[in-house]
């Protein structure tokens, strides 16, 4: 399974970006598909996250108001639309693939991850 994250870039704050996650196979046991990201000096943290039914999708509490995770089922490409950026928002993302049980803002229970894309928001 390989995964490529994409989108990032630089931007005001203020603004938005679309990140993408491309998958290359789904024909596996995993349950969904979550975004972290981390900062600089700073844990990897848990942003946004969505099963593959869409049933489910949940997001880091601080992010709900402004992030929005969705997929697109045929093209196995998950998408994390970032609006009203903040510069505490500029990070690296990371789109990884949840494949065990357990909580699903659990970073341990993912275990395949893709390079990251930088988003990087000046004030």
């Known amino acids: 399974v390989q995964l490529q994250a994409s989108g990032g870039g630089l931007v005001q704050a203020g603004g938005s970006l679309r990140l993408s996650c491309a998958v290359s196979?789904?024909?596996?046991?995993?349950?969904?598909v979550g975004w972290f990201r981390q900062a600089p000096g700073k844990e990897r943290e848990f942003v946004a996250y969505?099963?593959?039914?869409?049933?489910?999708?949940d997001y880091a509490d601080s992010l709900k108001a402004r992030f929005i995770i969705s997929e697109d089922n045929p093209q196995n490409m998950p998408y994390l639309q970032m609006n009203s950026l903040k510069p505490e928002d500029t990070a690296v993302y990371y789109c990884?693939?949840?494949?065990?049980?357990?909580?699903?803002?659990?970073?341990?229970?993912?275990?395949?991850w893709g390079l990251g894309t930088q988003v990087t928001v000046s004030s």
């Open positions: 990884a693939i949840r494949t065990g049980v357990g909580f699903h803002r659990n970073i341990g229970t993912y275990a395949y």
């Open positions: 969505i099963s593959w039914s869409g049933d489910t999708t």
């Open positions: 196979t789904r024909t596996f046991s995993g349950y969904g």
